[in-house]
């Protein structure tokens, strides 16, 4: 699974990281598996960052999980029962000894292994915050790994597999792997805000779902190249007959310009979803509508990159410049609490992208 906001690289990240506020919990941790979204959560106020944090962090954990490649499905399952009998009620921070025996290591400088090892922590820090948060919580993680524990393990040697085989499959792991985030983040955003989250209507959550789904398609269409390097394809073969071509050219690292037409305009009909969900926030909410705004202008900017990046590698993909996420980074805190313009700046944005998809 990629991660959940869509990632750019290079110098002008760590200088914004810098800006995080250090005493956040695992706000190292957080740096290592996810720097876009590290620049985001340090617009929050306290203690909503901190609850974001563990609650992103452990939702990696599940996504660490299903992405473990080199295992065998017995100890992959295993894990994810591990992992549920430690996320509780109640939480069992011991369990996760048994998780990382199974887990093994990756080298102790990779970021996953790290978090892997340091998931009992993060448990425990969630334990200490409010029974709301912690319901929030512990609800998203069990239904994600209700979902991505069906989703099979990478072919050893086999050749690439299909994840999916229908758009309605590729909607439907979006939405384990994101969607059920986006759900959890309007539920904590309430209690934040004083308000009831049982009291948030069905057409608000769908727009939270549709949020993360957004996320989502916008990483899978951008990261497909590294994922059929690590021989998974999550573009279903159904999205290779709309297009009337054949199922084999999803296993080239360039996927078909209507393929990619396809994915894009059904990431950016989310999106559009993801900016009305935005804008319900109070205009002097600012902390919560930046750190909205700035993951939902990068995935259309991605969009963009995707549709124009036509000789993609695992290696070069279709990822925004360092310049255009300090451009979105300033130009989001400058017209956070103006309506008006936020929509003319997204509006700007997506004619570009409808005319690129012709």
């Not at 985030?181 to 069905?202: K, N, Q, Y």
Request: proline content about 7%; some cysteine.
């Amino acid at each position: 699974m990629r991660r959940l906001w869509p990632l750019a690289g290079g110098g002008m990240l760590a200088r914004l990281m810098s800006q995080a506020r250090p005493e956040t919990p695992f706000a190292e941790l957080l740096g290592g598996v996810s720097r876009t979204f590290a620049l985001s959560i340090a617009e929050l106020p306290r203690p909503l960052d901190a609850w974001v944090t563990s609650a992103y962090l452990l939702c990696r954990v599940v996504d660490t999980v299903e992405d473990r490649a080199d295992t065998t499905e017995s100890d992959r399952q295993g894990m994810f029962d591990d992992l549920l009998a430690a996320i509780g009620p109640p939480v069992n921070a011991d369990r996760c000894l048994r998780l990382m025996e199974r887990f093994g290591g990756r080298g102790q400088d990779d970021p996953c292994t790290q978090l892997m090892h340091r998931c009992g922590q993060v448990l425990v820090q969630v334990t200490t915050y409010p029974a709301g948060v912690v319901d929030a919580i512990r609800r998203c993680a069990v239904e994600m790994i209700d979902g991505l524990r069906r989703t099979p393990l990478s072919p050893t040697g086999a050749g690439p597999r299909f994840v999916c085989t229908t758009l309605e499959d590729l909607e439907r792991y979006c939405h384990y792997a994101a969607g059920v985030v986006g759900m959890m983040l309007a539920r904590l955003f309430d209690l934040h805000l004083g308000l009831d989250p049982a009291s948030i209507s069905d057409a608000r959550f769908e727009q939270a779902r549709r949020f993360g789904r957004g996320l989502q398609l916008t990483n899978i269409v951008k990261d497909h190249p590294a994922d059929l390097a690590d021989g998974r394809v999550f573009i279903p073969p159904e999205a290779a007959t709309r297009c009337g071509l054949a199922p084999e050219t999803l296993l080239r690292p360039a996927l078909p310009l209507p393929v990619r037409r396809l994915i894009v305009a059904r990431a950016a009909d989310h999106l559009d979803q993801a900016l009305e969900y935005t804008l319900a926030y109070p205009a002097d909410a600012t902390g919560i509508r930046l750190f909205c705004l700035q993951p939902l202008m990068m995935a259309l900017l991605t969009l963009g990159r995707v549709l124009t990046h036509m000789d993609v590698t695992p290696d070069d993909r279709p990822k925004i410049t360092r310049e255009q996420v300090g451009d979105v980074m300033a130009t989001s805190r400058r017209m956070v609490r103006d309506d008006v313009a936020i929509r003319r700046w997204y509006g700007a944005h997506r004619e570009v992208l409808a005319a690129e998809m012709g």
